[in-house]
């Protein structure tokens, strides 16, 4: 499928497609929606969406003033759902976080509603907010995917980008439920250029996945100019297609950048959404 430049050349007049001076003081207008129609056009999608799911957010650099002027630090969770009209720009998210570096605060329990108002504001829709503070950083832990690796499949990669559904396979006589990962995932910022590493979780109920051909399809990412949502979207929607399972779920953990890390998940039935494991490269 195509992409339109037009769309990208919108995009680079983004914050993430420019330099942009630090705030010194709170601005909620530094938030900046990105609507998810465009993305979504190009993968054939209309009103009502095959999957459910939520983007996960992780922040690692969030601090404030307390009411005598000494700072205070915290890492949140933000999850937007994934039927909200906009998705918010990562540099702007970044922007917003820090300009609250100078704010007062009373307690975290004010600043945890004011980001949940104005990131909802932005996104169209409830965004849940959890805050850790310093005294909950201790119980934070790295969990290990769970399933079986497909990166030490014996294949012979010939396909960079853009990605291609032809790769995939299924043995339609043959339903297994399995849960399987790669941590070989990366895609490219369609404003900057950067790459964007990931580990891709797949769990399905269905006819069994060719894993070399599975693999060889997630690698073919690799040059392709997709933000992170759009990118498991894609992945969802190419599975269901080929293999149409009974249960299917896609969830990628990107490692951070510029503080934030994005986790995108979508699965096929609204009760079969799992938790968000901090993943070793996160």
């Not at 990412?221 to 149409?244: N, T």
């Amino acid at each position: 499928m195509t992409e339109n430049p037009s769309d990208f050349d919108v995009l680079r007049r983004t914050p993430l497609g420019r330099s942009v001076k630090y705030p010194q003081r709170l601005d909620a207008k530094l938030l900046y929606p990105i609507p998810r129609a465009a993305g979504r056009a190009r993968l054939g999608l209309k009103d009502v969406l095959p999957f459910y799911g939520e983007d996960r957010w992780r922040a690692y650099e969030i601090s404030w003033l307390d009411r005598r002027g000494k700072p205070e630090v915290a890492m949140a969770e933000f999850t937007v759902p994934a039927n909200s009209p906009a998705l918010i720009e990562s540099k702007s998210l970044k922007l917003y976080l820090n300009s609250w570096s100078g704010e007062r605060v009373d307690n975290a329990s004010t600043l945890t509603a004011q980001i949940a108002e104005d990131l909802s504001s932005t996104a169209g829709a409830k965004v849940r907010v959890q805050l850790r503070g310093r005294d909950k950083f201790s119980v934070l832990r790295l969990e290990s995917p769970l399933g079986c690796s497909l990166d030490d499949q014996p294949v012979d990669i010939l396909v960079y980008g853009p990605p291609q559904p032809t790769l995939l396979h299924c043995q339609r006589d043959e339903c297994v439920e399995e849960m399987v990962y790669s941590n070989l995932f990366r895609c490219n910022c369609p404003v900057t250029g950067q790459p964007d590493w990931a580990t891709v979780c797949i769990t399905y109920r269905g006819p069994r996945l060719d894993r070399a051909g599975l693999l060889a399809y997630l690698v073919s990412f690799r040059e392709y100019a997709g933000f992170h949502e759009e990118c498991v979207e894609r992945i969802f929607l190419d599975l269901l297609r080929v293999s149409q399972p009974q249960e299917l779920q896609v969830a990628a953990f990107f490692t951070r950048r510029g503080g934030l890390d994005i986790n995108p998940l979508r699965c096929l039935h609204e009760t079969s959404q799992v938790g968000f494991p901090r993943l070793p490269r996160q």
